[in-house]
């Protein structure tokens, strides 16, 4: 497998992954709560701008993963950035929403939830990655200088 099928496969798979997690999350966030309200649209922006960002972290980790590979370096290279800010979202719509932007909490269920499956995902995709192009063995890469 070239560098280039392996980043296409798990940039696509990611994709796929990551916009299931985050659909998942604003549609059943509200209804585990048993909030017939919906998610307000600024929640739905935020969680959207967490998995653009991490649509653009991917062909990153992709490529580090090709170059050394290894099973649990990929996970802290991709999966704790995305929490981390996915932390501070939630702790700032948490704090601010109410008060500042007039976002109750009960509209806040669905962002909570996609940022809880975003992170699961990115937390086993990252892993299944990283153990996918460890099994793959080493070998040269070319040195271009």
Partial sequence: MSERAFNR?????????????LIAGLIFGPQLHRWS????WL???MAAALYAGSL??????????WRRPSATLPTLVFAVPIGGVGLAIVFFMRMAGPSYMYVARQHQYGLYTAVGLLYAASLLWSGAVG????????FDLPTYR
């Fill in 131 to 138: 153990i996918k192009r460890k099994q793959m063995g080493e």
């Fill in 9 to 21: 496969r798990y940039m696509i798979s990611w994709s796929i992954l990551g916009a299931a997690a």
């Fill in 56 to 65: 653009l972290l991917c062909p990153v980790v992709l490529m580090w993963i």
């Fill in 37 to 40: 309200h919906g998610n307000s």
């Fill in 43 to 45: 929640c739905v922006v």
